[in-house]
């Protein structure tokens, strides 16, 4: 992992960190990974923290404190809501969608909370959950800080940082690593270890990768979660592709994807996901065609993101959209097969471990070139193995896709997971497609820049970019676009 010296050095240190596929593709709720489903995940450890040191019948009162990035686009991104879902007991992979509102309204109706659904407390959100706008922590943008008063003990609290993805550390263990470390037979922190373990095996990624994955879970049980983790990324394109209406938040934005799909299938009429396929395949074709469609699904995706609906980090939620558009891309338009899924999502996982240990997949850190520039790398590297590319080639197309996404800035306006973050997705989908095609065509041997030049530059960057940049909607486009949102 890269630890805090990091800040002040701008050295990025990489430390042993195993990252299975299921940790950098976790099934969650829009409509952020770091700001939505990394404080619901820091309000599970909370509560586990009070079972270990008192009863939930002693506890008083609790309330959230939430600095930097969490304090600044919050409120657009869920960051309240979700600290609520999480003191309640809710699980962000099992609960039901559906419900969120209805929660949400009667807490702050009753001012009541049901803390882990077994005991009720006094909870105004309005007043528990406090928005620091002008501390941030030295360790992170993204913290927050749980305070519980208990009956005759002294307070419990805990701070947690939330540093993309859905990972969260606690305030103790920061400087530690923050997945236990397990001794793999293919060990990987940067692109080159990745090429020499080819190199001295024989084994393209996906293979190297898969392996790995045998420490953590046997063989029947990886392709069973990974074609679970497809099930639940083909859901958010079906819905997202068939769901109209206005974006909740404020700013009036009008979903795209389903008329999109309406068009291009000219009212052509089917029943249920496998005859949607089938009635995309025989409606049309060409290039346009085909990039209509890529578009459509990544707006889809990061449409049912912005809802609230449940998606897949890949390797964060506002950036859950490329990979899903470039899988169902390939998967529709070049006949792809069941071991496909599963090759690509290994070989696109372990390049997002590569940049999350020698750079950051936080927008907080890093700007929009650590979500949507790292998802095109990831998408970039598993399109080329299933497209028959060699792991040079791989390693190429994901440098690409991250070296023409440098120095993107993460802007949300109204920092809402929106604008432009939805467009973006459909962007970081079409460079993958672009840096796999040239990196098919290309000699890698000839390349004057590695995938390792390329993350080094992009943490450089991030460490040279001003903080406006940083998802604090401070700068760009969220302060140019005029806009007036409530403050519920």
């Given at each position: 992992?890269?630890?805090?010296?990091?800040?002040?050095?701008?050295?990025?240190?990489?430390?042993?960190?195993?990252?299975?596929?299921?940790?950098?593709?976790?099934?969650?709720?829009?409509?952020?990974?770091?700001?939505?489903?990394?404080?619901?995940?820091?309000?599970?450890?909370?509560?586990?923290?009070?079972?270990?040191?008192?009863?939930?019948?002693?506890?008083?009162?609790?309330?959230v404190y939430l600095f930097g990035s969490l304090a600044k686009t919050g409120k657009g991104h869920g960051t309240d809501l979700a600290v609520q879902l999480g003191l309640c007991g809710y699980d962000p992979v099992t609960m039901d969608t559906k419900q969120i509102d209805n929660i949400k309204s009667g807490i702050l109706e009753s001012n009541k909370l049901l803390l882990n659904n077994q005991k009720e407390i006094d909870f105004n959100p309005r007043s528990c959950i406090l928005f620091q706008m002008q501390e941030s922590l030295p360790f992170h943008p993204n913290a927050l800080t749980f305070v519980a008063e208990l009956v005759g003990n002294?307070?419990?609290?805990?701070?947690?940082?939330?540093?993309?993805?859905?990972?969260?550390?606690?305030?103790?263990?920061?400087?530690?690593?923050?997945?236990?470390?397990?001794?793999?037979?293919?060990?990987?922190?940067?692109?080159?270890?990745?090429?020499?373990?080819?190199?001295?095996?024989?084994?393209?990624?996906s293979d190297i990768?898969?392996?790995?994955?045998?420490?953590?879970r046997n063989e029947a049980q990886i392709r069973h979660d990974l074609l679970n983790i497809w099930e639940v990324m083909k859901e958010s394109?079906?819905?997202?592709?068939?769901?109209e209406g206005i974006l909740a938040g404020g700013l009036q934005v009008k979903r795209r994807a389903a008329a999109l799909n309406q068009k291009l299938l000219n009212g052509r009429a089917y029943d249920g996901y496998e005859e949607w396929i089938i009635a995309i395949r025989s409606s049309g074709n060409g290039f346009k065609y085909t990039l209509d469609w890529l578009s459509c699904f990544a707006l889809a995706v990061n449409e049912e993101n912005a809802s609230f609906s449940r998606v897949v980090t890949a390797p964060t939620n506002g950036a859950a959209g490329v990979i899903p558009a470039v899988l169902q891309y390939y998967l529709l338009f070049c006949n792809g097969t069941?071991?496909?899924?599963?090759?690509?999502?290994?070989?696109?996982?372990?390049?997002?471990?590569?940049?999350?240990?020698?750079?950051?997949?936080?927008a907080a850190m890093g700007g929009c070139q650590a979500e949507i520039g790292v998802s095109s790398a990831m998408a970039a590297a598993g399109l080329t193995e299933?497209?028959?590319?060699?792991?040079?080639?791989?390693m190429m197309a994901a440098e690409i896709a991250m070296e023409h996404h440098l120095g993107m800035t993460c802007d949300p306006v109204?920092?809402?997971?929106?604008?432009?973050?939805?467009?973006?997705?459909?962007?970081?989908?079409?460079?993958?497609?672009?840096?796999?095609?040239?990196?098919?065509?290309?000699?890698?041997?000839?390349?004057?820049?590695?995938?390792?030049?390329?993350?080094?530059?992009?943490?450089?960057?991030?460490?040279?970019?001003?903080?406006?940049?940083?998802?604090?909607?401070?700068?760009?486009?969220?302060?140019?676009?005029?806009?007036?949102?409530?403050?519920?």
């Open positions: 992992m890269l630890v805090s010296d990091k800040q002040n050095t701008g050295k990025p240190v990489v430390k042993e960190e195993r990252i299975s596929v299921f940790d950098i593709f976790k099934i969650g709720v829009g409509p952020s990974s770091s700001h939505t489903l990394g404080p619901w995940r820091a309000a599970q450890m909370f509560l586990k923290l009070l079972e270990s040191v008192s009863s939930y019948e002693q506890v008083i009162s609790v309330k002294a307070p419990v609290s805990e701070t947690y940082y939330s540093v993309g993805g859905g990972f969260v550390i606690r305030e103790e263990s920061k400087e530690e690593i923050s997945i236990p470390c397990v001794k793999l037979p293919f060990p990987v922190d940067r692109a080159s270890d990745l090429l020499e373990w080819h190199r001295k095996t024989g084994m393209v990624i990768i898969f392996e790995n994955e045998k420490i953590w394109i079906f819905q997202g592709c068939h769901n069941e071991n496909d899924i599963i090759k690509f999502l290994l070989t696109a996982s372990e390049v997002g471990c590569i940049f999350k240990k020698g750079a950051t997949i936080s299933v497209s028959g590319g060699t792991v040079e080639q791989c109204g920092g809402l997971v929106q604008i432009p973050c939805i467009e973006r997705n459909t962007m970081g989908a079409i460079k993958a497609i672009t840096a796999s095609q040239l990196a098919m065509q290309s000699n890698p041997e000839n390349a004057k820049v590695s995938l390792d030049n390329v993350v080094k530059t992009m943490w450089e960057t991030a460490l040279d970019m001003n903080f406006r940049y940083k998802e604090t909607s401070e700068g760009g486009l969220a302060v140019n676009i005029p806009i007036s949102l409530s403050e519920c």
